[in-house]
Nanobody, 131 residues
């Protein structure tokens, strides 16, 4: 079965850390550009971070730059999002998306790449930052 499954969400206090995982089955993630996106209640979905398939280049939204890190573990067919110094405004459902990205447009347009005809979507994991 071809799918993406996110895990690692939960409740954390402000200033804390979480590591989200995006595990693929049925296909090989290292051939795909991967993006982490989030949607908070009543807000638009936004691109948080992307990693390209070809060069391994990374993108971060200004709101998370310096606090979040995206990485791949090809042996585990998994992409991670390490989130440090979490803030209440980071509270959202986090989704990972995977796209073959042959044109490079998914990575170049990371903030809005969720609007494209993306190959695979996960179902999301909830992150709540609250004291």
């Amino acid at each position: 079965q071809v799918q993406l499954v996110e895990s690692g969400g939960g409740l954390v206090q402000p200033g804390g850390s979480l590591r989200l995982s995006c595990a693929a089955s049925g296909f090989t993630l290292d051939n795909y550009a991967i993006g982490w996106f989030r949607q908070a209640p009543g807000k638009e979905r936004e691109g948080v971070s992307c990693i390209s398939s070809s060069t391994g280049s990374t993108y971060y939204a200004d709101s998370v730059k310096g606090r979040f890190t995206i990485s791949r573990d090809n042996a585990k067919n998994t992409v991670y999002l390490q989130m440090n110094s979490l803030k209440p405004e980071d509270t959202a459902v986090y989704y990972c998306l995977a796209d073959a990205d042959r044109s490079g447009s998914f990575y170049r347009n990371c903030p809005i790449a969720y609007l494209y005809d993306v190959d695979y979507w996960g179902k999301g994991t909830l992150v709540t930052v609250s004291s």
